[in-house]
């Protein structure tokens, strides 16, 4: 396919720069105690006073709230607490994205160092879906479980909890998803006890955006108090309990959850234990994933190196083997299962690669002028579209729903992401009488449709999308934080920026913007044949610096088509090499000319 193509259905991104108010910055600089950068940094992200940026920059892992502030947590710690002294057999039932395998692997560990009779399940994504399933619930009564304890999902499994109910298994839902809501209210599902941080109680918990795996550090925490009968607990359930942190950390990251407030703190803390003691199990990840022993953990190593692995599993297998790698006690089996996964994972990469390549020329070819996305085809594994919806969105700045028409089977599967602003599970109620199943929130969503009900469905959702957005999707917008200029790009610039760490979401990694670029000695680069990146240095005034723009070789074009003169969005970064340290920019995004408009 010609690139002129290509560059006509890329959705260019609109560029906002933040406002600066020097006044303010400098008050804030002074009080904080924090350079001007950090100062700028802790504003653009609403922390306004000294004592806010401390709490912010510091993290304390005392700043954690109590568990039993956590609504439903109390009752939850004591009948587990019960259920273990009374020898009774306890299944951990997770989900099996890396939130889920996290928060269960904490359990698992903490359960099992107080000698309960505990097992775990991870449902497969294909054949039990998502949350808790009525026959796997049967299974596990029939295997003579008594207590049932979700990890990550349930609150939304309302017949689900009733067939628990009806075989007289004891069920504990921890989750931290949105609730299903009715005409008068919430429709929690009948569990002995719900253990959620948004619940309506009369003292609401101080933080409602926890993860999966950070409830399940809660009740982990509270059941150690309950055992250790003090609020104070043992040495040996303390150190379970620090190793936990850093698998809520890794769960917090992997599900996006704001890293603000106690997120912030789990993620700080957790990286560091992970780093400086890690278990059996995550030494094999960290050396698989290609993590030095000697660099600092970051939550974007997460997000991009184990988070992915860990990820793999539930994608294409049996997400039951990260469960395996973060409880087991063996370096040998770690290794077995870390090896397993970076298998699963290389293969899950060649999918996307494969499948979102495959997506865009259909797009292109046949649907370049709908003002959403519906794209299937009997090729693309189930466990894989989701991501192939994310890379869609980012590339053509549209809703995408992506659909693995699987042979042989009556329904397909598919999953849908949407653009800022656009609330996708709303539109596919629009398409309920299609839709053989849906769910999921606003900004991600999963449906089940007939093959032969995706043309009926592409109709449906782009008049959906069309009655909202006569004029198509508004673009998309790149928040920067501040224009600087390359000379300004220094180490101790990098170290300011490091006091800011960990970024995720709602603490972005600072984006800047540099304006009256010159390009020169602009390359491709990759791996074998496969040329995705591009390698280029830009010059302004008597500073020159090397650029890296990972995944935009097919705009190569775009950035020399005005003589050279280009303006970049981008991020800093220190690139070591042998022993030699030079900064150098991570490009986000590029306009070709000496300046860029601004939003």
Request: proline residues 5%; aromatic residues 6%.
């Amino acid at each position: 396919m010609q690139s002129r193509n290509r560059n006509v259905a890329r959705a260019e991104k609109q560029w906002h720069l933040l406002p600066a108010d020097s006044s303010a910055t400098n008050r804030l600089a002074g009080s904080a105690r924090v350079s001007s950068v950090v100062a700028q940094l802790l504003l653009n992200r609403g922390v306004r006073d000294a004592a806010a940026a401390r709490r912010f920059l510091d993290s304390p892992l005392g700043a954690l709230h109590p568990p039993l502030a956590l609504p439903g947590v109390k009752e939850a710690a004591e009948r587990v607490v019960r259920a273990v002294t009374a020898r009774r057999r306890i299944c951990v039932y997770g989900d099996y994205d890396v939130d889920g395998v996290t928060g269960t692997s904490i359990l698992l560990r903490v359960l099992g160092k107080l000698g309960a009779d505990v097992q775990f399940h991870v449902p497969l994504r294909l054949s039990e879906g998502y949350g808790l399933n009525s026959e796997r619930l049967h299974e596990l009564y029939r295997n003579g479980v008594q207590l049932v304890i979700s990890v990550d999902c349930g609150i939304a499994s309302i017949a689900e909890a009733q067939t628990a109910r009806d075989l007289g298994l004891e069920l504990i839902v921890t989750d931290h998803h949105e609730m299903k809501m009715g005409l008068d209210g919430p429709l929690l599902p009948v569990a002995d006890v719900l253990v959620h941080p948004r619940l309506r109680a009369a003292e609401p918990y101080p933080f409602g955006d926890l993860s999966g795996a950070g409830v399940a550090f809660k009740l982990a925490w509270a059941v150690a108090q309950r055992a250790s009968g003090s609020e104070k607990v043992s040495a040996d359930l303390r150190e379970v309990l620090l190793d936990s942190v850093g698998l809520a950390a890794l769960g917090l990251v992997a599900d996006v959850v704001p890293l603000r407030d106690e997120n912030r703190v789990f993620v700080r803390h957790g990286l560091e234990r992970i780093k400086a003691n890690p278990s059996v199990g995550l030494k094999a990840l960290l050396d698989a994933s290609g993590v030095k022993p000697d660099q600092v953990l970051t939550a974007e190593d997460v997000g991009f190196k184990l988070a992915p692995r860990l990820n793999a599993a539930g994608r294409l297998g049996c997400a039951s083997f990260a469960v395996e790698l973060l409880t087991t006690q063996s370096p040998t089996k770690a290794r077995q299962l870390a090896e397993q996964l970076e298998a699963q994972n290389g293969d899950r990469q060649a999918r996307e690669r494969k499948y979102t390549q495959a997506a865009k020329e259909l797009v292109e070819e046949q649907f370049a002028d709908d003002p959403a996305i519906v794209v299937g085809s009997p090729e693309w594994h189930p466990g894989v579209v989701g991501i192939v919806a994310s890379r869609l969105v980012d590339y053509f700045g549209k809703p995408a729903l992506v659909i693995a028409m699987q042979p042989n089977e009556a329904v397909s599967t598919g999953s849908g992401r949407s653009v800022t602003g656009f609330a996708l599970h709303t539109a596919l109620v629009a398409c309920d009488d299609i839709l053989e199943g849906h769910g999921g929130h606003a900004a991600a969503a999963g449906l089940k449709v007939r093959p032969d009900r995706i043309p009926a469905l592409r109709d449906r959702f782009n008049a959906y999308v069309r009655s909202h957005y006569p004029g198509g999707a508004p673009a998309q917008t790149l928040t920067l934080d501040a224009e600087v200029p390359l000379s300004a790009l220094t180490f101790g610039l990098i170290n300011d920026l490091d006091k800011l760490e960990p970024y995720g979401a709602g603490n972005p990694r600072p984006k800047f913007l540099a304006a009256g670029l010159k390009v020169e000695a602009a390359r491709l680069i990759g791996t074998g044949e496969i040329q995705r990146h591009m390698d280029f240095r830009v010059r302004q005034g008597d500073t020159t610096i090397r650029c890296v723009a990972w995944g935009m070789a097919d705009r190569m074009e775009e950035l020399m088509s005005a003589g050279g003169d280009c303006c970049l969005a981008f991020t800093p970064k220190i690139n070591e090499w042998k022993g030699s340290r030079k900064l150098e920019l991570q490009v986000i995004d590029l306009k070709p000319g000496k300046t860029a408009k601004l939003v």
